[in-house]
């Protein structure tokens, strides 16, 4: 079982720009949630899917929306970036919504 | 609002030493206590859960909910603890199940 696959591990995009990053779960879960995590900071909570609809969301804007497939495989997109959305990007599956959560490697975003 | 925090940016300890990581929270309700480790190059795994009791890898961890404190902690540290470690929250209500709080996490470096 390959774990928690998230792509690409890095990226470089220019403020303004669109980006989409992509996680496929372990195997047998079914819940992803997305993190972000600033350098030098812990991860913070951006939201959760869970049977393809959006479940928990943190404090995040608009310009962060996600979804989530039938294969449980998920997608985090981000609108409009900014410089301050440079971060790693981790992806978190779970066998349900409480239970603990697999982490991914991360994608590495650097917004120029 | 949901806070945790641990005071250490970076704890450096000796082989055969004890380790202390201290996390502390702030939240009203009955809270769910997790340790997450993510050793050099690897991606963040669950160390201990509160609910779990157990220990791993030698370490412990007590909730004490009168100074609400969840802290880390093994006898004789091991060059193979040298780590950032995160201590993380989860709220016991159903609109909060899916989402982790995260302190800003402590660097652990064992010398020999």
Redesign the interface.
């Given at each position: 079982d390959a774990g928690v696959t998230q792509s690409p591990t890095h990226l470089i995009k220019t403020r303004g720009q669109q980006v989409t990053l992509r996680c496929s779960p372990k195997s047998g879960h079914d819940t992803v949630s997305w993190y972000q995590q600033a350098l030098g900071q812990g991860p913070q909570f951006i939201f959760q899917y869970y049977e393809e609809e959006e479940r928990q969301r943190g404090n995040f804007p608009d310009r962060f929306s996600g979804h989530q497939f039938p294969n449980y495989s998920s997608e985090l997109n981000v609108n409009a970036l900014l410089l301050g959305d440079s971060a790693l990007y981790l992806c978190a599956s779970s066998p349900g919504t409480v239970y603990g959560y697999t982490f991914g490697s991360g994608t590495r975003l650097t917004v120029v | 609002a949901q806070r945790?925090t641990q005071p250490e940016k970076l704890l450096s300890v000796f082989k055969g030493a004890p380790v202390e990581l201290k996390c502390n929270y702030s939240y009203s309700g009955s809270p769910e206590l997790?340790w997450y480790v993510q050793y050099s190059r690897q991606?963040?795994?669950?160390l201990l859960?509160h609910i779990s009791r157990e220990s791993i890898k030698g370490f412990t961890a007590d909730l004490n909910k009168g100074e609400t404190s969840f802290h880390l902690k093994k006898p004789f540290a091991q060059e193979e603890d040298s780590a950032m470690y995160?201590c993380?929250l989860r709220a016991g209500t159903t609109?909060?199940?899916?989402?982790?709080?995260?302190?800003?996490?402590t660097q652990v470096v064992v010398t020999p």
């Amino acid at each position: 079982d390959a774990g928690v696959t998230q792509s690409p591990t890095h990226l470089i995009k220019t403020r303004g720009q669109q980006v989409t990053l992509r996680c496929s779960p372990k195997s047998g879960h079914d819940t992803v949630s997305w993190y972000q995590q600033a350098l030098g900071q812990g991860p913070q909570f951006i939201f959760q899917y869970y049977e393809e609809e959006e479940r928990q969301r943190g404090n995040f804007p608009d310009r962060f929306s996600g979804h989530q497939f039938p294969n449980y495989s998920s997608e985090l997109n981000v609108n409009a970036l900014l410089l301050g959305d440079s971060a790693l990007y981790l992806c978190a599956s779970s066998p349900g919504t409480v239970y603990g959560y697999t982490f991914g490697s991360g994608t590495r975003l650097t917004v120029v | 609002a949901q806070r945790v925090t641990q005071p250490e940016k970076l704890l450096s300890v000796f082989k055969g030493a004890p380790v202390e990581l201290k996390c502390n929270y702030s939240y009203s309700g009955s809270p769910e206590l997790f340790w997450y480790v993510q050793y050099s190059r690897q991606r963040l795994q669950l160390l201990l859960r509160h609910i779990s009791r157990e220990s791993i890898k030698g370490f412990t961890a007590d909730l004490n909910k009168g100074e609400t404190s969840f802290h880390l902690k093994k006898p004789f540290a091991q060059e193979e603890d040298s780590a950032m470690y995160y201590c993380a929250l989860r709220a016991g209500t159903t609109d909060s199940w899916g989402k982790l709080q995260f302190g800003a996490g402590t660097q652990v470096v064992v010398t020999p």
